[in-house]
């Protein structure tokens, strides 16, 4: 069985959150699955663009929602905007994809996932 690639896609809304999305990761690796994480992949002078687009290569991208990452994601700004290009690009390519995974974490809106998700509010 070949190890699957998970890409981790979330906001920089704290240093406790980007623990969080660490810790979760690091669980992940020790349990066998492949993770692309900036935090172990992004260093001084790597184009951070390319590592985005190595979402489009993983078998599955979990995609951290926070009210912070949700807004991010909508109004397509920052690496959360680029990343949510990415991953609508791909959605509208296979509307019946099941690569994209909604991991809510914190949501004190009534709207939890990014618009890419579509209406299914989870």
């Not at 190595?54 to 905007?81: F, M, P, Q, S």
Request: with cysteine.
């Amino acid at each position: 069985m070949e190890t699957p690639k998970v890409f981790a896609s979330y906001s920089h809304d704290s240093d406790d959150h980007k623990q969080w999305v660490l810790k979760l990761c690091t669980k992940l690796v020790e349990n066998g699955v492949d993770v692309m994480l900036d935090q172990w992949d992004i260093r001084l002078g790597t184009d951070q663009t390319l590592f985005m687009e190595k979402l489009g290569a993983a078998d599955r991208v979990l995609v951290i929602c926070t009210d912070a990452y949700v807004e991010k994601a909508d109004n397509r700004a920052g690496g959360v905007g680029y990343e949510g290009r990415i991953i609508t690009a791909q959605i509208a390519g296979n509307l019946k994809t099941d690569k994209f995974i909604p991991v809510i974490r914190q949501s004190s809106n009534e709207k939890k996932t990014p618009f890419f998700f579509g209406k299914s509010q989870y």
